[in-house]
């Protein structure tokens, strides 16, 4: 029997919709710090396949989640890549900038297969043990994972990225093309580890104009599902092109996907008028309701659900779950749409 989120990609409405939430595996989860306490670094827990294993099937068990989404980091690239990466407490990812080409040129996607390794033994352990629920591998789109890699961390605004964009497209084009060529390779070997559907994360596209968005989002993401398709012809595939806007439509029917996240911001009963009517939506539950618990959750979730109504839906955030989530709010949440 298919599973009811493969069901959903498919482009049934299947109701009530499945459910799970983007960094369901994490810190608002005691079980989840009981084992990062043992881990030692962060990288060092996405790449010990047994912890990683715990960790992605922890709100499975927990919450009976119609996905266990892999544990791991849309980073892992560039550091596969041998960018360096460290996360720091309170301050997040930090990279050594990549501003020029001589550290494009410094990339080596040959290490990829050794570096990923471990990722890809947490997949094929996940799969066996996850059941019911769908396996969602992921990568982070090539702009966004550029992001991070040009400016050295998080920013606000990503002006070294848009710079760059703009003065040196050459350049900016060059290293995308790298991530594009090893993002197809990253998931098609999580695929073949075991990998039910691939999710492709651009948290930061909606920080680029609209010719940018269709050059360094939309683009790579087609040329993307389109040579995963290739190799894995009844892969699924969600995008989520994070503030994209109105350009939220034209990405879902360009880039041959077949779920697309929204965003908190963005009113469902509007952009499934936007999106083809054969693609599914996903989310968009702020993350901050969820936190609040009780009536706001309550009348957000009920929101949803009447705009999502008849139409093939995934029930999520519009963004990741935060560490102060109580455990608690997140069960009324499904139960809430367990009984709909």
Request: one cysteine or more; hydrophobic letters at 50%.
């Amino acid at each position: 029997m298919t599973k009811r989120l493969q069901r959903v990609l498919a482009g049934e409405a299947v109701w009530p919709p499945p459910t799970w939430l983007m960094r369901q595996a994490g810190r608002y989860l005691p079980e989840y710090r009981a084992v990062r306490a043992h881990a030692g670094d962060f990288i060092s827990l996405c790449t010990t396949p047994e912890l990683a294993t715990e960790v992605t099937l922890q709100p499975v068990r927990r919450y009976g989640m119609d996905a266990a989404i892999l544990f791991s980091d849309i980073l892992v690239l560039p550091w596969a890549l041998g960018q360096g990466l460290a996360f720091r407490e309170g301050e997040g990812p930090v990279l050594p900038p990549i501003r020029d080409a001589a550290g494009v040129a410094a990339l080596d996607p040959a290490r990829l297969p050794g570096a990923i390794a471990p990722i890809l033994e947490t997949v094929r352990r996940v799969r066996a043990e996850v059941g019911e629920a769908t396996l969602i591998g992921f990568a982070g789109s090539p702009f966004t994972v550029a992001c991070y890699m040009i400016e050295g961390g998080g920013s606000k605004d990503f002006a070294h990225v848009r710079g760059m964009a703009y003065r040196d497209p050459a350049l900016f084009a060059r290293l995308l093309d790298l991530l594009t060529e090893a993002t197809v390779v990253y998931l098609a070997a999580q695929i073949e580890a075991g990998a039910e559907v691939v999710m492709l994360f651009d948290s930061w596209a909606g920080v680029l104009s609209p010719t940018l968005f269709r050059a360094h989002v939309t683009a790579p993401t087609r040329r993307i599902v389109a040579a995963l398709k290739a190799l894995h012809p009844d892969i699924q595939v969600i995008g989520f092109p994070r503030l994209a806007g109105m350009l939220v439509g034209e990405y879902a029917a360009e880039t041959g996907v077949q779920g697309v996240g929204i965003d908190t911001s963005a009113d469902l009963s509007l952009v499934r008028g936007l999106v083809p009517d054969g693609i599914a939506l996903q989310g968009n539950l702020d993350p901050m309701a969820l936190v609040a618990g009780g009536a706001a959750l309550e009348s957000e979730t009920r929101a949803i659900l009447a705009a999502a109504r008849g139409r093939p839906h995934v029930f999520n955030l519009g963004h990741g779950i935060v560490p102060q989530t109580p455990p608690e709010h997140v069960a009324a949440l499904l139960h809430m749409i367990r009984a709909a």
